[in-house]
């Protein structure tokens, strides 16, 4: 989060001046669509894969412009926002990224700062490679000053993924609908001849969720439970 502030990245403008929101990068607007708020981090190199995941805020009078995420400098998301109605995204791919979007308003409503409806979001990001630099950035193709519409984000998290490990905590959003995407695993097996099978086998899950025999994704079976 950005409590404290946003030291690294290369806009660190922060907000806190809504009773709804804790302090959040942003507001940020008239950016033309380049990545002009963004930041590096280090990783160890030796992951599998990396888990991103944040909270967007839809802020006043978007009207059909573009929010974009980047990671290593390619966009990844690329949505359509419009206030005043309930927008809705599932799950996507780009390159070695893949992406799920889960709504955490389940309506419209105005809880920051002008006259017009917001939302949120919650975002999750698998970046597939082992590279030890993560560069995450943010963009939108608004075209009005923050007053009128803008964009924040807030509660970042990376997790590091490797070889036989937890894939780091999946957060599920409350009533998220079914065949929605929620996480993945990953598995190796020093035979190269075996074929990996993924299963759930037990626990207070198994009926809420179902996993991908040969992929390991892991998608909402039962979202009234």
Do not use: C
Request: hydrophobic share 35%; proline share 3%; charged share 15%.
């Amino acid at each position: 989060n950005f409590e404290s502030g946003a030291t690294g990245w290369s806009d660190n403008t922060t907000e806190t001046s809504t009773p709804y929101l804790t302090r959040f990068l942003g507001r940020h607007s008239l950016e033309g669509g380049a990545q002009n708020t963004y930041k590096n981090y280090a990783l160890s190199g030796t992951q599998d894969y990396t888990v991103v995941s944040f909270d967007v805020y839809e802020i006043d009078s978007w009207d059909g412009e573009f929010f974009r995420v980047y990671i290593n400098d390619a966009v990844t998301f690329n949505g359509s926002f419009s206030q005043g109605v309930f927008n809705t995204f599932s799950a996507g791919s780009s390159g070695v990224v893949s992406w799920t979007v889960q709504n955490t308003t389940p309506f419209n409503t105005n809880f920051a700062y002008g006259s017009w409806t917001d939302q949120s979001y919650h975002f999750t990001m698998i970046v597939d490679n082992s590279s030890p630099l993560l560069k995450i950035g943010f963009s939108s193709t608004l075209d009005q000053l923050t007053s009128d519409e803008s964009w924040g984000v807030d509660n970042i998290k990376i997790y590091e993924v490797g070889s036989g490990t937890a894939p780091g905590p999946m957060e599920v959003v409350e009533n998220t609908s079914n065949g929605s995407v929620v996480g993945r695993v990953t598995a190796t097996d020093a035979n190269p001849f075996d074929t990996i099978s993924y299963s759930i086998i037990g626990g207070t899950g198994a009926a809420v969720f179902n996993i991908n025999s040969s992929t390991g994704v892991i998608t909402v079976a039962n979202s009234a439970a």
